[in-house]
């Protein structure tokens, strides 16, 4: 089992990593803005199921052969950055529909789940992140390393999840504000669309993962 001293220090991490906002919270800020509060914590929930191929990779040693390959790197970032340009467009093309709080949700909830869980699992830095962090808290003569790394990139998930849906909960309540106006709504739903397609093209335009 993991020694306290090292899951202590590893929260602490966590926490810092976690409340600082990255490329997660802002696609999760994009879909609040553009769909409310319940597309923002269902982002939120695919995303994480989306990351969790990238624990298993590395708990079971895939993830340190991907991080190690340019290609595959480069192919992942790439992919995922047009995934989440396309969102932001689709967000701005669609920011009408959402001109009302009491329209109907355009995108049903199989559809948020599967959009944020692609979002998660074409993430390269979420298995940069993983290689790079999660090593550095295991403790070899503790038990087995993999059940360890699998033990600490669940805690760091679970971590995200609460974070990450506070920030969905907070944007989706500022969006109801917005919305007693049919213009200011379209204009918040179009500036997620905006966010989404800047967050694509950071990535995208990124540097290597060194």
């Not at 669609?94 to 949700?105: E, I, K, L, S």
């Not at 379209?186 to 995208?204: C, E, F, Q, R």
């Amino acid at each position: 089992m993991i020694p306290l001293d090292h899951l202590l220090a590893f929260l602490l991490a966590s926490v810092v990593i976690v409340v600082v906002p990255g490329p997660s919270v802002l696609f999760v800020l994009g879909r609040s803005i553009a769909h409310g509060r319940r597309a923002g914590v269902l982002s939120v929930l695919g995303n994480a199921l989306g990351t969790v191929p990238a624990v298993l990779a590395v708990a079971f040693g895939v993830g340190a052969v991907v991080a190690a390959s340019v290609v595959a790197f480069t192919v992942l970032k790439l992919a995922g950055a047009a995934y989440l340009v396309w969102l932001g467009v689709q967000a701005i093309r669609h920011r009408n529909d959402h001109a009302r709080v009491d329209a109907p949700n355009a995108a049903t909830t199989g559809q948020l789940l599967r959009q944020g869980f692609v979002v998660g699992a074409t993430n390269p830095k979420t298995i940069a992140f993983f290689v790079a962090v999660l090593p550095q808290f295991v403790a070899v003569e503790a038990g087995p390393v993999w059940a360890q790394l699998l033990v600490l990139g669940v805690v760091f998930q679970l971590m995200a999840v609460v974070s990450d849906s506070t920030w969905a909960l907070a944007a989706g309540t500022a969006r109801t504000w917005f919305a007693r106006s049919p213009k200011r709504m379209s204009t918040l739903s179009g500036t997620g669309g905006v966010m989404m397609i800047g967050l694509g093209g950071t990535l995208a335009l990124s540097g290597s993962k060194h």
